[in-house]
């Protein structure tokens, strides 16, 4: 079974106000001075065609039982 985990891909920082490329992790774009929000997007990992549904983590166990007393 494989595990991937989801995977993140960082757009490039791209200047609201005036388009100029700036380098990730800037606040203030180099161009025109405008706030910068860098941009994050998850992809969650998709399962093959065909593949059966991905289920939930199994649950736990009930608590054991107390034998029945011998008497």
Request: contains cysteine; glycine residues 8%.
């Amino acid at each position: 079974m494989c595990f991937r985990p989801p995977t993140a891909k960082v757009e490039k920082n791209k200047c609201h106000e005036c388009g100029a490329e700036n380098m990730i992790g800037v606040t203030v774009c180099a161009e025109c001075g405008a706030a910068i929000v860098s941009t994050m997007v998850v992809a969650a990992a998709v399962p093959p065609k065909g593949a059966p549904p991905v289920s939930g983590a199994p649950k736990a166990p009930s608590a054991p039982t107390r034998p029945p007393s011998a008497t």
